[in-house]
């Protein structure tokens, strides 16, 4: 059973630093495509970052240097290391697997498996 567990969400005071972790079991493997997304109340969800199975980093505009993902293959794991944290970056994050992502990496359909989420908040 192919299943992803986000972990490492919190509460934070704006300029702060966060640290989620995305474990992924069963049939996602080290080789897929691992992304996060986000979805802040009466929003759409959208991407965040995403590593590909071929190693390629994206992000989206919005994370402008504060955001790192990272993968470690060996425990089959992916991070994202958020720093200089605002009030706007409060919303659930979510992690989501495929076995590819490619140029779509941003859309939530691109996805297979999703975790639950995990909840980021950021006061002022």
């Known amino acids: 059973r192919a299943q992803v567990m986000e972990s490492g969400g919190g509460s934070v005071q704006a300029g702060g630093s966060l640290r989620l972790s995305c474990a992924a079991s069963g049939r996602v493997d080290n080789t897929y495509c691992m992304a996060w997304f986000r979805q802040a109340p009466g929003k759409k969800r959208e991407g965040v970052a995403a590593?590909?199975?071929?190693?390629?980093?994206n992000y989206v505009d919005f994370v402008n240097g504060r955001f790192t993902i990272s993968k470690d293959k060996s425990r089959n794991t992916v991070d994202l290391q958020m720093n200089n944290l605002k009030p706007e970056d409060s919303a659930t994050y979510f992690c989501a697997a495929n076995f590819w992502c490619g140029s779509t990496w941003h859309e939530e359909l691109r996805y297979s498996y999703w975790g639950q989420g995990t909840q980021v908040t950021v006061s002022s």
């Open positions: 590593i590909d199975n071929d190693g390629t980093i």
